[in-house]
């Protein structure tokens, strides 16, 4: 086979296509006339231009597929077979639009819902949080609140980069805030960090970085400021590092003028830390008995409708909410929610541990700590610990050797800055 030919064949296909596209859009009729009449009526429509297909018997009938404005011309071969049509479908795009109309209120009615989802999509009903750990997410929504941005806040009125620079200014040991406003919700993402970040309140004000831990210095960049110590050097507690103050100097190394800077830079110490942690012997174990009352409550914007608060005749149980806010799709939250309240019954009964239970116990949270310091830019060196299981108690103590930003910033005092000119 040639291309022309395979062309043919394709045109012949599209032509086709088409053609079943525009007699369905124009609409068409099933119908069927009584089968003694059939033979004459079917001989007679190519005699009129009126053209039939899908001619089959079903029973006593002959039944017939005909487009809508061809079946209006049958009326001079009804006249002369006597063969009066009957209906049975009305098919196609132009008896589906007759249909629609006759539904007006339908329609009328996902309008406005459209419009309504629309106007609900300007505004914020959802604010998630997400990497949060110290904080909570009540706490981290109160503060967003108290910058202006809450339940029902216009969308276009949202300064991401506003929020963001407000909570690293609020929360010090928040490293990295991320804002989003995606459909109706915000997701706020950020990295908090144990230990605070080295900054301070006021990037502009004179500062020195100073030891917050005795120990060796093992690496040291000094971008602004005068550097107090070497690689090596062992320092305590509270000595300076980067001195928050330059001075110039003359072409014979004479100091002319001093300026108070921001320290800037990177130093890494070498210290050992104590560790203590102790868990008791005995502990009180809580056991679920598998009983619970359940409530549930509705709000609108903001606003409870109703709500439905069983009683509770436990004597000890907990109380868990899940709240849950109506959405139509991943990023279009609705003003509506609704809460489950759960109260579950248990009973308290004192345990005791068994001695690899307090091992594992120890050394698990041990290892948290110890993943902590390494998530903060520390580094373990050496770990010198023992653990003692005691009368009443597992004790996990001794001297972990890290290496790590063991800093702090610490403001330029007014006796020292006097005499020198501030940057």
Known sequence: MGCSDVLNSLRKGIRLCMNKVVFWLKGYVIASIPIKNAERFINILPNQNIRADRIYVKGERCCFRMERHTYLKLHPVVVKTGAYPKIHKKCGGYYLYRRLLQHTGLYLGMMLFALLLYILSLFLWNIEFSGNQIHTEEQLLRFVNEC?????SRRNGIDCAEIEAAIRKEYSDIGWVSAQVRGSRMIIRIKEAMFKEKQFENAEEPSHIVA???????????????????????????????????????????????????????????????????????????????????G???SIFNKKIFSYIPSIPYERYDIITTSVNWKISKNLYLPVSHDTISCREYRQSEAICSNAQLSERCYRRYLEQIETYLKN??????????????????VLQGILTMEGPFWKRVGVLETEAEGVTTE
Request: charge should be negative; glycine fraction near 10%; hydrophobic fraction near 35%.
């Open 148 to 152: 202006g941005i809450g339940f029902g």
């Open 296 to 298: 549930y409550s509705v």
């Open 212 to 294: 917050d831990q005795n120990g060796i210095v093992t690496e040291m960049i000094v971008r602004v400021g005068t550097p107090m110590v070497a690689v090596g050097d062992t320092v305590k507690k509270g000595d300076i590092l980067i001195l928050g103050e330059v001075t110039a100097m003359n072409e014979y190394n004479e100091p002319i003028n001093s300026t108070t800077v921001y320290a800037d830079g990177e130093v890494n110490l070498k210290s050992e830390l104590s560790y203590y942690d102790s868990i008791p012997l005995n502990y009180v174990m809580k056991e679920m008995t598998g009983n619970k009352k359940t």
């Open 377 to 394: 830019g520390y580094r373990l060196v050496r770990d010198d610990v023992n653990l003692q299981i005691m009368k009443d108690e597992c």
